[in-house]
């Protein structure tokens, strides 16, 4: 039976959106969105990894579960580490799964996706991804793309992550959803990894496992969750959520 461990990592210090984790979208804080969704998918227990101490005191304040972490740690997944290696029942999780706490309106249904990938033992490490329905996101360089071979029905494997349309001259291009799922040994040994050249040059941590031979299953999910980076992100929410509001 797998028992699940959610982290969502977050800091206020953002280069590219400062604050993130507490802006109000449509009466609600970004963190608390993301929270609200890990718990109502029901697959684990959740909880905030923070570094700040308006994030803590907004949590206490919510009575969300949180972990204090250092501040100066390189990446959300550092972030999650450090955080799980606090949690005194460590041992009794078999997955742990790391949440971007930065998608407000995430469905349940994603996160369950990813655990159902983990019904193979043997898989290590999964994440998702999403047909691109959207043309203009096939050259956007803040939209990762996947090559992906197939494994069977549901599953894929990753081959390559990108920042450019690939694999070139594609029929569809898939968007990578970034959540991902780890077995805590996995977890462990990625982090004792070095950097790699094409996680330098990508500036994506996910090619520190392919180049170290590690499998990253991926599974398929309709309508990807918006993340939002930057400020002109969360102008385009509110754009699209004021639109809804009028149909």
């Not at 998702?128 to 203009?136: G, M, N, P, R, T």
């Not at 992906?148 to 694999?167: E, G």
């Not at 291009?173 to 977890?187: A, D, N, Q, R, S």
Request: proline letters at 4%; a positive charge; one cysteine or more.
């Amino acid at each position: 039976m797998t028992k699940a461990l959610i982290i969502i990592p977050v800091r206020m210090s953002s280069i590219r959106f400062p604050g993130k984790p507490l802006i109000n979208i449509n009466g609600k804080t970004m963190i608390e969105r993301v929270w609200n969704c890990a718990v109502q998918a029901n697959i684990g227990d959740v909880y905030v990894a923070c570094c700040d101490k308006l994030v803590k005191k907004f949590l206490i304040e919510r009575k969300i579960p949180y972990i204090c972490t250092k501040k100066n740690l390189k990446s959300g997944t550092d972030r999650v580490y450090q955080a799980f290696l606090k949690i005194k029942n460590r041992d009794s999780y078999n997955l742990v799964i790391n949440l971007q706490g930065d998608l407000p309106f995430l469905k349940t249904s994603h996160l369950r996706s990813l655990v159902s990938i983990f019904k193979n033992k043997d898989y290590q490490m999964a994440s998702l991804a999403s047909k691109i329905i959207d043309s203009e996101k096939i050259k956007d360089k803040n939209v990762v793309k996947i090559a992906m071979t197939k494994c069977n029905s549901n599953v894929y494997r990753a081959v390559y992550f990108s920042r450019l349309p690939i694999p070139y001259g594609s029929k569809d291009y898939y968007e990578h959803v970034g959540i991902y799922g780890y077995k805590p040994k996995m977890l462990k040994s990625f982090m004792a990894m070095k950097s790699s050249k094409l996680e330098f040059s990508e500036k994506l941590e996910q090619l520190r496992a392919l180049e170290n031979l590690v499998d990253i299953y991926i599974g398929i999910v309709k309508d990807p969750p918006m993340s939002i980076d930057t400020p002109t992100d969360l102008k385009k929410l509110k754009k699209k959520l004021n639109r809804r509001k009028k149909l």
